[in-house]
């Protein structure tokens, strides 16, 4: 049983481990590409220069993301049968379909045009090559909505029946599985989570280079008008994205409410049903033990934010713990997951989440037109001229050196409420791996020993930490050097043609 316990125990922890490292890359992918595809537009609609040089190097960083997300990616399905293939026998002809979905409709239909992207920069006309870029974002959306359904699945099971000779879980309405509230709601706050991240890095990245210009560095004076541009854009997607990650986690929060109950309890830790149902911003002492100190409260706010009315009663821990072990057998502690990490993981998602909201309201004001002044000149004797964003404005001396470090330092931020976002959603769930049809301590794999299980974590987290290596020195060559102000976009709009003999001495259209 001890030995069980602890491969069940490391199991989870290697899929944890895996999961979230994979999940640094998938939000940036599906954000890049489409601020890629926005600037290859603007670039194809205007011809000005600024925007072809955003493209090329958000583009690069782009590249680099997709292919640490498409590496780190296959390991998940590998641990299917290797650590779960109890949980893949029972429900894998449900949760695989949409998986399969995803790798034979959106991996495969985003991989072909991002090949023709690479490569068709001097080959396709310029409108052609920009529709390449878009299929790609669609791809990546769509790419995110199969595995979100698959996920769904294990959130709230639907369109199944139970095989009565095999026991096994059969499908028996994909459109079920695909279109049920469940899914559609974690997609919209996925997706707008995700423009959050994107959005942050792109703030991060050029206020890195508006700094070093303000410092007066030659290099980088090239690069002020499309880092001004890039910061623009980034600071309006935040704003958006962080409206539309906050309206969807209040329809995904009301959904949670209706379908797993005991994980909204788990995130408030409220113990007892209350009605109406306070909201804790947070906690002084255990919170794991139901007598916690609250430190600040909203009165009726849960109540509100499970039902929309401030009166509604709101189901305690204790009291959907006895209702679960009276319908599914066992202890009522055996239905309560880890308080204090889905407690305080609810908490620090919201906080690190909204943080670069604000950072780009706050933004989006001190960048507006009134800030920039029209003339050169010196704050003090210490500091050096500011530079010229364009031919007409200049940087203003309101922008100090911690406002530009604070939006460098937003680049962080949604990637740790990313993550604890994904560990709050998971571990609420628990004991449930497919919840009320299968407990995770009936899903590992029976055969793999506690030690095969700890030699395999290890191997990977030794594999990613090189990987993290790699991704970090080239994401930070690339993002330092900037954009490329002397690369010239092709002289015309190229036009289709077949191969020629002077095809084989053009450069690549990008290399590394």
Request: proline residues 5%.
């Amino acid at each position: 049983m001890v030995l069980a316990v602890a491969q069940e125990t490391m199991a989870r922890w290697q899929f944890g481990i895996t999961i979230v490292y994979h999940f640094l890359f998938v939000p940036l992918t599906i954000s890049l590409a489409s601020i890629v595809a926005g600037f290859e537009t603007a670039w194809v609609r205007t011809g000005k220069a600024k925007y072809f040089h955003a493209t090329k190097f958000w583009g690069r960083l782009f590249l680099i993301n997709i292919a640490m997300g498409v590496v780190t990616g296959i390991v998940q399905e590998f641990q299917f049968g290797m650590n779960w293939s109890d949980y893949s026998r029972f429900v894998g002809d449900v949760f695989g379909a949409p998986l399969a979905m995803e790798a034979l409709i959106a991996f495969f239909f985003e991989s072909t045009f991002i090949g023709l992207w690479i490569f068709g920069w001097d080959r396709l006309p310029r409108k052609l090559h920009c529709a390449c870029i878009w299929l790609v974002a669609i791809g990546t959306l769509l790419s995110a909505y199969f595995i979100l359904a698959a996920n769904s699945f294990m959130q709230h099971p639907v369109g199944y029946r139970i095989d009565k000779e095999s026991g096994r879980a059969q499908l028996t309405d994909i459109g079920r599985v695909l279109f049920q509230n469940t899914t559609q709601a974690q997609m919209f706050h996925t997706v707008t989570a995700a423009f959050l991240t994107g959005s942050a890095l792109v703030i991060g990245i050029s206020s890195y280079h508006l700094l070093r210009a303000k410092r007066g560095r030659e290099t980088n004076r090239r690069n002020i008008a499309p880092m001004r541009t890039s910061l623009r854009v980034g600071l309006i997607i935040a704003v958006v994205a962080g409206l539309g990650t906050a309206i969807s986690g209040d329809r995904l929060g009301k959904v949670m409410f209706d379908q797993q109950p005991m994980k909204m309890a788990a995130a408030e830790a409220l113990w007892d049903t209350q009605a109406p149902a306070p909201f804790s911003i947070f906690a002084i002492g255990d919170v794991s033990e139901g007598h916690n100190k609250v430190a600040l409260e909203i009165p009726g706010l849960l109540s509100f934010l499970a039902k929309d009315n401030f009166h509604s009663p709101v189901p305690g821990i204790n009291d959907r713990a006895r209702q679960e072990a009276a319908e599914f057998g066992g202890e009522p502690e055996d239905y309560i997951p880890n308080i204090f990490i889905t407690y305080w993981g609810f908490r620090l998602m919201i906080f690190f989440g909204m943080t670069s909201f604000v950072v780009g309201l706050i933004g989006l004001w001190t960048t507006r037109r009134k800030f920039w002044l029209t003339r050169a000149r010196k704050t003090d004797d210490d500091e050096p001229p500011m530079l010229m964003l364009t031919n007409k404005v200049e940087m203003n001396a309101f922008f100090t050196k911690w406002s530009w470090r604070v939006g460098i330092l937003t680049m962080a931020f949604p990637l740790v409420a990313n993550s604890f976002g994904w560990i709050f959603t998971e571990m609420g769930r628990q004991p449930w791996v497919v919840y009320q049809l299968m407990r995770t301590s009936e899903a590992d794999s029976p055969n793999v020993t506690t030690g095969t299980v700890i030699g395999s974590m290890t191997a990977f987290t030794a594999l990613y930490a090189v990987l993290a290596v790699i991704w970090v020195k080239l994401m930070a060559k690339y993002a330092m050097a900037g954009p490329d102000s002397g690369e010239q976009p092709p002289a015309k709009d190229p036009t289709l043609r077949g191969p020629s003999a002077g095809d084989a001495d053009q450069p690549l259209a990008h290399a590394y």
